[in-house]
């Protein structure tokens, strides 16, 4: 038993030393590197309502110091979007865990929850007033201007990989419609992707859908960007011209990619599969479902998936967003979708992002470590919570160890104590005035097991049903 503990001990040790390395970097002396992800700020800019109208003057140029006038110095609380000094910890935070990384990714939801609703209250303003519209969508452009501005100032020159999210829009049900594609593009060229991709067709692919493709230098990767909220059963068949050029597009890119000898990365905002914690509050005394909430149309689903499996081995890492919460899904063998907790406390979890560490020679992740924000004993900095390869105990790939785990989760009470804790980034319910979120209980915790491994409705609902 001793002999064991030690090798695990020196294992551990190794593994600290690849992921740290001597001189960083993607150096012959060090063959890992370092990519901070994060997601779902969703940036709240009338927190402080006092500092509207002058925010609503002034230039976004003027901004930062505006937010510094404010007597509000504390961060969101729980329940809540980002507010500003949540935002300045937190990127303080992922500055300080760069490292030596090449590119940095966001995956998605710049702007805060209801916003557009929020200025027309804010200004008495009506969405039936063209004037009023056209005064809104200048305010939402510096409001993802100013973040973007933030972010760039705060981690260099390093390229920004992203996805939009459901609230990058100017409505606050549908996804970014053509105007706000054509509104931000350059935006986002200009501030994130930084010449990680040719300028003009990411223009006209941004443009057009959302979704583009790019090349950062130092590693053999092609990222690609999705617009998948348009893929949400909520809208039907309303974009499914939409829906269908980019899919195709995709096939397109993808094949491009493996012509070019290159791994893809793979950015989307909305996952595949089940809304968990909707289906959970479904779950009856037996524990059993009669349907199940899901992300996306289950054709579009089908139709992505098949056309991944065109690939195999081409994907080597898929992050998604959305939820807020540090999960995973198992989108087809070999393919998992890893989801990046949120920055914004909004449903109860604390603030969170994630460093990963990749192979240089395979693209691959082999570990990651979460960062959290605990609200509870507001501290100076984000803070690290635990790293998978420790807090699991298991090495090499992460994508072959998050296979493992799926049926450890179920099997060792341990381990899925641990995930439903992490799941929250720390801090598992909240129940703030007028708003309720429930923690993982030992009724629900089928549906989010289940829901890790099956991607479709009846499948899901046939396994929580019988777990």
Request: hydrophobic fraction near 40%.
């Amino acid at each position: 038993m001793l002999r064991i503990c030690r090798c695990t001990f020196i294992l551990v040790l190794v593994n600290i030393f690849l992921i740290c390395g001597c001189g960083g970097g993607t150096s012959s002396a060090n063959k890992n590197f370092p990519v901070v992800v994060f997601s779902d700020i969703h940036f709240n800019p009338f927190y402080d309502p006092s500092l509207f109208e002058a925010l609503n003057a002034a230039d976004v140029g003027q901004w930062e110091s505006i937010f510094r006038t404010s007597s509000l110095t504390g961060p969101s609380p729980w329940g809540s979007d980002t507010n500003y000094p949540l935002l300045t910890l937190a990127l303080s935070s992922i500055k300080q865990n760069l490292g030596a990384s090449p590119l940095i990714i966001f995956t998605g939801d710049i702007l805060g929850h209801g916003l557009p609703i929020q200025f027309y209250e804010m200004t008495g303003g009506s969405p039936l007033n063209p004037a009023d519209v056209a005064a809104m969508k200048a305010f939402l452009r510096k409001t993802a201007a100013f973040v973007m501005q933030q972010v760039r100032a705060s981690v260099g020159n390093i390229p920004v990989m992203f996805v939009l999210g459901n609230s990058d829009s100017y409505s606050v049900i549908e996804p970014p419609d053509s105007s706000f594609f054509s509104d931000t593009a350059e935006l986002y060229y200009t501030e994130f992707v930084s010449g990680a991709a040719d300028h003009q067709a990411f223009i006209t692919n941004f443009t057009n859908g959302g979704y583009y493709a790019a090349e950062p230098a130092g590693i053999n990767v092609m990222v690609i960007g999705l617009n998948t909220y348009e893929f949400s059963p909520l809208f039907n068949d309303k974009y499914a011209d939409a829906v269908s050029a980019q899919l195709n597009w995709l096939d397109i890119t993808l094949n491009s990619a493996r012509a070019k000898g290159k791994k893809v990365w793979l950015l989307m905002h909305v996952p595949p599969g089940a809304d968990k914690y909707s289906t959970a509050q479904s779950v009856d005394s037996n524990g059993h479902i009669a349907t199940a909430t899901m992300m996306w149309n289950q054709d579009y689903q089908t139709s992505l998936l098949q056309i991944l499996s065109k690939y195999p081995g081409l994907i080597t890492h898929t992050l998604t967003a959305h939820t807020h919460m540090d999960e995973y899904r198992i989108m087809s063998p070999g393919n998992v979708a890893m989801t990046t907790p949120s920055i914004a406390p909004y449903f109860g979890n604390n603030p969170a992002f994630k460093v990963f560490t990749f192979s240089l020679a395979t693209s691959k992740a082999t570990d990651y470590t979460s960062l959290n924000y605990d609200l509870a004993t507001t501290p100076e900095q984000f803070n690290r919570y635990y790293t998978f390869s420790m807090a699991y105990l298991m090495e090499g790939y992460l994508n072959d160890s998050l296979l493992q785990l799926y049926p450890e989760l179920a099997a060792e009470t341990v381990k899925q104590q641990l995930y439903r804790g992490n799941y929250f980034s720390g801090h598992n319910y909240i129940i703030p005035v007028g708003n309720e979120f429930s923690p993982i209980t030992d009724k629900t915790w089928p549906v989010y097991w289940c829901g890790i491994d099956h991607m479709d409705k009846q499948g899901l609902i046939d396994c929580v049903n019988s777990y």
